[in-house]
T-cell receptor
């Protein structure tokens, strides 16, 4: 599985956009890029995933670089509830094994 | 519908004791995963089940750890002769099937403290 590099922490103001970067330079051509987040005292929750094209859902947008060596999770308007640790996780769909491999993630703080 | 539930939410035990942690997955989910999370770290994979069988137990740290899922639904993680280093949050997740294409749904975790 590809290794990832994320900033340890980031800060944002409420109502402003947040761009959370992830480097995954060893990603393979069949690895999807998944993002999970973990709110305080809760288990992780799925946010979004993509392969090559940018993706949008009700929670966030995912922008994937053309060379796929990096991606950015975009929260369009941060709320206090978005304060969490965000994990970027490459996943290869070719195999049957399903466990997630978490790094340390980025701890996002949101200021009112 | 109901999400993944885990009991107890907190467990305090003494070094050397035996503990059981329970996970109730989302109904109909055939894949079930156990992870362990130490303070300041991301969750670490322990074991995963497809149905009743353990498909991959490569993450279990040693033979004091064991997990079962006898009827393909509820799972129990068992830790014998607990040590202080076993203190962590134990997370359970389920997904509709095995394979990397499926989103995992996590429970709130059991915080285990070994004194």
């Amino acid at each position: 599985d590809a290794k990832t590099t994320q900033p340890n922490s980031m800060e944002s103001n409420e109502e402003e956009p947040v761009h959370l970067p992830c480097n995954h330079s060893t990603i393979s051509g069949t690895d999807y890029i998944h993002w999970y987040r973990q709110l305080p005292s809760q288990g992780p929750e799925y946010v979004i995933h993509g392969l090559t094209s940018n993706v949008n859902n009700r929670m966030a947008s995912l922008a994937i670089a053309e060379d796929r060596k990096s991606s950015t999770l975009i929260l369009h308007r941060a709320t206090l509830r978005d304060a969490a640790v965000y994990y970027c996780i490459p996943r290869n769909y070719g195999g049957s094994q399903g466990n997630l491999i978490f790094g340390k993630g980025t701890k996002l703080s949101v200021k009112p | 519908g109901a999400g993944v539930s885990q009991t107890p939410s907190n467990k305090v035990t003494e070094k050397g004791k035996y503990v059981e942690l329970r996970c109730d997955p989302i109904s109909g989910h055939t894949a079930l995963y156990w992870y362990r999370q130490s303070l300041g770290q991301g969750p670490e994979f322990l074991i995963y089940f497809q149905g009743t069988g353990a498909a991959d137990d490569s993450g279990l740290p040693n033979d004091r750890f064991f997990a079962v899922r006898p009827e393909g639904s509820v799972s129990t993680l068992k830790i014998q002769r607990t040590e202080r280093g076993d203190s962590a949050v134990y997370l359970c997740a389920s997904s509709p099937s095995f394979g990397r294409g499926y989103e995992q749904f996590f429970g709130p975790g059991t915080r285990l403290t070994v004194l």
